[in-house]
């Protein structure tokens, strides 16, 4: 068992917390974690997230089943129907994007990601499939991993993305198979003799291929795969020695359940998803000392529960090693991290309008692909770079061409909001210093905001560059003047205008400066 954190329990280690866990934690969500207390806050974090409404259409009217603002999700699939997979696509993504946005404290969301990132399904091109999809990592995002795994097997979104559905007795195909074993459960390690990779061999990629054999995807309203007897591979199918030359016998529809049972009775399948949970929340350095003192113990802590996430990654984040202070700031923000912690953190106000909501995560979705971290548009059945190769791992999110759009990024808020929801604002810098513990004082003021976007403390000399993009060359007192002036008459608009600009200009350069990249 490693060792469970008992140091200090301030503003920076809830922030720390939170910032790992949830997509942009606000000021209050993390003063909340800090009088609550560790064990309490993570007893939020892994409580059930709220009751979500479903997707709507928000740009498509020729359904002839469901209007503008109504959900599809229970609406077959009608090919015939022009635009209709794009606007459902739309509204799906849109939708989990909003979900990131409204952020309920839970870990939910971020497990849901890391879910998406492990078990890859992209480019499916029929959003009822992956609405299902999508549903079972949400439901199992706590879960038990090797439950999961049967569900992912004979999802119609996998069979299709990986060729499962095409996979049969007398043309086996062995695509699935292989990403199961090398991937998604016991991983490949290092290759040692022919065909054979440590943890499992060839001949196990082939058996396991012909007992998955038989399912189809091709169905027109059941929302589950369908198992065709007559295309499954009813003989014996012999295991090599690394798994103990096990054999699988017919058991026709239930088949797929026994290999998944034959894979995770080895210890490594633990080993290896915590692993990927380590990269995910804390850092790509699985050292020596990292494997013996922290991915083995908390492996035995999920072979005790039988593979139920949530005990391990509870003991993973409540560790001394999580944090450590030089585990803090030292993993590049993904595309979405990057977002909302702007967006989020700093109360970006989407519009209230649900529609035009729907068109502004739209919107936004067209500046992640170009960030190359989209959701149901993962690279490869890999996942996302960052997350699996060496040695780059999360210095892939930055990059000669992605640091220019990372830059602009943050001035587009408002305009991308107001150009499709005039009334919204955005960005509402004086709204925001009003929730500050003293907004009066100009270095504390900036002391509070460095210490909620900042993974690590900022230096005299950055906080005086802030603070002369505030107030260039003026002594402090000309803050307290101005914003005092204007909390005297906040109905002025010159006054509000002028306060705004100065603002921004501090907080555009706060965002620019590297540190900003980091959590």
């Keep these: 068992m490693f060792s469970i954190y008992t140091g200090a329990w301030t503003f920076d280690e809830a922030a ?25 806050t993570i007893a939020t974090l892994f409580s059930s997230p709220f009751p979500v409404d479903p997707p709507i259409y928000f740009d498509f009217e020729d359904d002839p089943l469901a209007a503008n603002g109504e959900t599809w999700v229970d609406i077959p699939f009608d090919e015939d129907i022009d635009d209709l997979a794009s606007a459902r696509a739309k509204s799906l993504s849109a939708w989990w994007y909003k979900q990131m946005n409204q952020n309920d404290q839970t870990i939910t969301e971020k497990l849901t990601l890391f879910w998406h990132n492990h078990f890859v399904v992209s480019d499916s091109d029929n959003a009822n499939l992956d609405w299902r999809y999508l549903n079972k990592l949400r439901n199992f995002a706590l879960g038990n991993f090797r439950e999961l795994t049967k569900e992912m097997t004979i999802d119609r979104s996998m069979l299709f993305y990986l060729n499962g559905n095409s996979n049969f007795k007398d043309e086996p195909n062995e695509n699935y198979a292989r990403e199961l074993l090398e991937l998604f459960t016991i991983g490949k390690g290092p290759l040692v003799g022919v065909g054979d990779y440590t943890n499992f061999t060839e001949q196990d990629i082939a058996a396991m291929a012909r007992a998955l054999t038989g399912w189809s995807a091709e169905t027109e309203d059941d929302p589950n795969a369908i198992f065709v007897e007559e295309e499954h591979d009813p003989t014996p199918k012999i295991l090599s020695h690394r798994f103990d030359n096990a054999t699988i016998q017919n058991d026709g529809e239930e088949e797929y359940k026994t290999v998944i049972d034959i894979i995770f009775g080895k210890e490594e ?251």
């Design 16 to 40: 720390h917390l939170l910032r790992r866990t949830i997509f942009g934690p606000t000021k209050a969500r993390i003063q909340q974690a800090v009088d609550d207390g560790l064990d309490a």
């Design 269 to 519: 399948v633990a080993r290896h998803i915590c692993r990927r949970l380590y990269i995910w929340f804390i850092h790509y350095h699985l050292t020596d000392t990292i494997e013996s003192e922290i991915i083995a113990p908390m492996a035995q802590i999920l072979l005790d529960n039988d593979y139920e996430i949530q005990p391990a990654l509870e003991a993973l984040l409540k560790s001394e090693h999580f944090f450590d202070p030089a585990e803090r700031g030292c993993m590049i923000k993904n595309t979405f991290d990057f977002f909302y912690s702007s967006f989020n953190t700093l109360h970006v106000a989407p519009p209230v309008d649900i529609i035009e909501e729907y068109r502004m995560w739209d919107d936004w979705d067209r500046e992640f692909k170009n960030l190359d971290m989209s959701v149901f548009n993962v690279p490869s059945v890999a996942g996302w770079k960052a997350y699996h190769q060496a040695p780059v791992f999360y210095r892939d999110w930055v990059n000669s061409a992605s640091a220019v759009i990372r830059k602009r990024l943050m001035p587009k808020f408002n305009y991308v909001i107001q150009n499709i929801s005039p009334d919204t604002k955005g960005y509402d810098w004086i709204n925001f210093i009003s929730l500050l513990d003293n907004p009066l004082e100009v270095n504390e003021m900036i002391d509070e905001i460095c210490q909620l976007i900042y993974p690590r403390p900022m230096i005299v000399e950055q906080k005086a560059f802030f603070k002369d993009a505030l107030i260039p060359g003026l002594p402090d007192f000309e803050w307290n003047v101005e914003y005092a002036d204007y909390l005297s008459d906040p109905t002025d608009e010159v006054k509000r205008e002028a306060l705004e600009n100065k603002l921004h200009d501090m907080f555009m350069v706060m965002m620019q400066v590297p540190e900003f990249q980091m959590s």
